[in-house]
């Protein structure tokens, strides 16, 4: 809980224009940002390109953040996976394809690779564990749903088709198993967001 009130406090500070709140609020978080971009775009160097988008809103746009919806941890995540999929999509519409076979999939690459220490590394392994452990608990409609949509980045319609499955169907697996998520993981991660 405390690093959630200091993350508050930094968020406060860089809505301020303080440099050094900035940076420490991007050590403590740009390896999870990063690992998150990366998963769902499967590319490091498109990914690093997003963080840095990420972290530049963070700076140019603090008024956005509200501690009323979520910690800033949720706040990152939800950036990172909006952007991400924003850039995934963008790569589709314009017929981009790249190698991915050069690209390692982020559960093995180790966190250091965004410039984390071994602390880093212990963090995000604890909370990829947790989050698999979460993960375990949801039916396997609600995991397949959930993985798609947060992972893969497909709209609630292009899920549905590849599903062949009503769209309320799908949205309603992913509202419930975002729910059961949000259980597992409590107050830890400051929520997932449903909306």
């Known amino acids: 809980m405390q ?5 508050r406090t930094l968020m406060d500070g860089i809505a301020a224009g303080d440099a050094a709140a900035f940076q420490e609020l991007y050590d403590r978080h740009a390896a999870q940002v990063f690992a998150l971009c990366r998963r769902i775009l499967k590319h490091g160097p498109e990914a690093e390109d997003v963080l840095g988008e990420i972290f530049w809103e963070v700076w140019e746009r ?79 409609a609600e995991c397949q749903a959930v993985e798609m949509s947060f992972f893969d980045g497909l709209s609630h319609a292009e899920i549905a088709a590849a599903l062949k499955l009503p769209l309320g169907t799908v949205k309603s697996r992913i509202r419930q198993g975002l729910l059961r998520l949000r259980g597992a993981l409590g107050e830890q991660y400051g929520g997932v967001e449903t909306a």
């Open 62 to 140: 603090a008024d956005r953040y509200s501690a009323a919806r979520g910690t800033p941890a949720a706040y990152l995540a939800t950036l990172a996976r909006s952007r991400a999929i924003d850039r995934l999509r963008r790569r589709r519409r314009e017929g981009v394809n790249l190698d991915l076979e050069a690209v390692q999939d982020v559960a093995t690459a180790p966190a250091t690779a965004a410039g984390g220490g071994p602390y880093v590394e212990a963090a995000s392994s604890e909370q990829r564990t947790q989050i698999r452990r979460a993960m375990a608990g949801l039916s396997e």
């Open 3 to 7: 690093a959630t009130s200091d993350d």
